[in-house]
Nanobody, 120 residues
Framework: QVQLVESGGGLVQAGGSLRLSCAASGLGFSSYAMDWFRQAPGKEREFVAAISSNGIFTRYGDFVKGRFTISRDNAKNTVYLQMNSLKPEDTADYYC?????????????WGKGTLVTVSS
């Protein structure tokens, strides 16, 4: 059974940082591209970042503007999202997802999310 479990969310002041983690099990992690998405209350789900299976290629949503960094450790079956210079508008549930093709928009597995709240 495939599981993606996010952690690291919480309450942070504007300008602060958080590091999200997503631990994967039950799949050949190193064969999957990994993405982060987010969804704020009342809004559609939004692409945040993607990383290729070998960690070489990364892409980010336009709103990131150099504030976030996605990375992965295939030995630990974990993908990370380092978020700096957080803004109140970054408040959302953050989800990791696994897909067989990098930046394809087709994700096969999803985590349940971790809540990030940024106070002003």
């Amino acid at each position: 059974q495939v599981q993606l479990v996010e952690s690291g969310g919480g309450l942070v002041q504007a300008g602060g940082s958080l590091r999200l983690s997503c631990a994967a099990s039950g799949l050949g992690f190193s064969s999957y591209a990994m993405d982060w998405f987010r969804q704020a209350p009342g809004k559609e789900r939004e692409f945040v970042a993607a990383i290729s299976s070998n960690g070489i290629f990364t892409r980010y949503g336009d709103f990131v503007k150099g504030r976030f960094t996605i990375s992965r450790d295939n030995a630990k079956n974990t993908v990370y999202l380092q978020m700096n210079s957080l803004k109140p508008e970054d408040t959302a549930d953050y989800y990791c997802a696994a897909g067989s093709v990098y930046y394809s928009g087709t994700m096969h597995y999803w985590g349940k999310g971790t809540l990030v709240t940024v106070s002003s």
